[in-house]
């Protein structure tokens, strides 16, 4: 519904158990206008795996993700 961004699920996910163990796959793929095609080929370009849960991720890969949606 687009009522939380990626950044702040992100932040929300080092304190939130629940968020944190999301996909990010999923996560993705339930953003507006992204697909699963596209969350797939996001995730391979940043170099994340599929099985990657929101709370594996490092520093970088959240800041390249925030860049990769923000241009979709």
Same mark, same amino acid.
């Given at each position: 519904m687009g009522s939380i961004s990626l950044h702040k699920l992100l932040d929300d996910a080092v304190s939130d158990e629940i968020i944190g163990k999301m996909k990010?796959? #999923? !996560?993705? +793929?339930?953003?507006?206008g992204i697909g699963?095609?596209? #969350?797939?080929r996001?995730? +391979?370009q940043v170099g994340i795996a599929e099985s990657r849960? !929101?709370? /594996?991720? /490092? #520093?970088?890969?959240?800041?390249?993700?925030i860049e990769e949606t923000d241009h979709h």
């Open positions: 990010v796959l #999923a !996560v993705l +793929e339930s953003l507006p699963k095609v596209k #969350a797939r996001i995730m +391979e849960r !929101v709370q /594996g991720l /490092g #520093a970088l890969q959240r800041r390249r993700l």
